[in-house]
């Protein structure tokens, strides 16, 4: 499925942002848990996430790929089709 299929598959609903919301000069703090993303791999099989590029294997060029990021231990793991390919260091911040 496409992000906006599972999405709808979810039902969960998109809420737009207010007009006087803004991001804070600080890093957001984060509890201990999991951020799940899903991106489409294309040719250069760069999967980017908050402006940072990891280069994944040729298996997944033109599909969608999920990364988790495991905010405790720092790390992005990288699953296709729910099997876990590969692994990266990741700080927030």
Known sequence: ??????RKHLNYPLMPLKEDYFLPDK?????EGEIHVIRFIRSDLKFNIFGLSFILPEETQYE????VIIT????????????LITEFKFVLY
């Not at 969608?64 to 990364?67: C, D, S």
């Open 1 to 6: 499925m496409t992000p906006e299929q599972y």
């Open 27 to 31: 890093p957001l703090p984060l509890c």
């Open 64 to 67: 969608y790929i999920k990364g």
């Open 72 to 83: 405790q231990e720092h790390k992005l793991k990288i699953f296709k089709e729910q099997k």
